[in-house]
């Protein structure tokens, strides 16, 4: 059932999102020069997008600097890839300003794992082990990680300081959590839903949309067309 209603509404979503608000580069056709951004054209469940999408540095600075502290999880985009949704998201976290001796407060997520990538900051994060004083969510799905539940690192866990540069890689259903965080952290989190649990076609609501502009392709040209053909020698 759940498989069913899901399909739905991706095959509704997908209908309005790979339209004019998703900023996509839609495939050129019948030798035609590519749209930008596509046109609304009706994309079948199933179906993954012959196109690029882009989530410009302009757009994740307007939302990390217009976005409402909280939550500190913005999740920019969910793009149906076919056989599976693809979720981003930027998140910064400021400190975590925990007493000596406190427990770490954890989440874990049921359908969707994580990859985060640390763009700033640094801190300290606990992932693993026994989840003690388990909460699981209210059953209502969010539009970052699905279905979650949260609670503190128990015995097992295991923490490390990271920052910039490092990549985490969070199954679902792993407790992770962050401590030590003195000034803040950001970071990146791609999120695979092979479940479909996320909203395909979800936009947030800040993001600009905006398409970055178009350069010559090498070989090829720009929007797909043709090379102009090299001047002709001058006659000797």
Do not use: C
């Amino acid at each position: 059932m759940k498989q069913g209603l899901i399909g739905a509404a991706t095959a509704f979503a997908a209908v309005i999102t790979y339209g004019v608000v998703t900023g996509a580069q839609a495939p050129a056709q019948g030798g035609q020069p590519a749209v930008y951004p596509p046109p609304a054209v009706k994309i079948q469940a199933g179906d993954a997008p012959g196109y690029a999408f882009d989530i410009t540095k302009a757009e994740i600075d307007y939302v990390l600097k217009n976005a409402p502290a909280n939550p500190p999880d913005r999740q920019l985009r969910v793009v149906d890839m076919g056989k599976y949704n693809l979720g981003v998201g930027i998140i910064r976290r400021g400190p975590t300003n925990e007493k000596a001796g406190d427990p770490v407060p954890v989440l874990w997520h049921d359908y969707t794992p994580e990859i985060y990538y640390i763009t700033s900051g640094s801190g300290i994060l606990t992932t693993g082990g026994v989840i003690l004083n388990q909460r699981s969510g209210q059953g209502v799905p969010n539009t970052m990680n699905g279905p979650s539940g949260s609670g503190t690192a128990g015995p097992g866990s295991y923490s490390r300081r990271v920052g910039a540069g490092d990549i985490i890689i969070i199954p679902n259903k792993v407790a992770h959590g962050w401590s030590g965080v003195t000034d803040h952290i950001e970071y990146l989190s791609y999120r695979p839903d092979p479940d479909r649990v996320l909203p395909a076609g979800w936009v947030y609501p800040m993001l600009l949309r905006t398409t970055p502009p178009e350069v010559p392709t090498p070989g090829v040209g720009r929007g797909g067309a043709a090379p102009a053909p090299a001047p002709a020698a001058a006659p000797r």
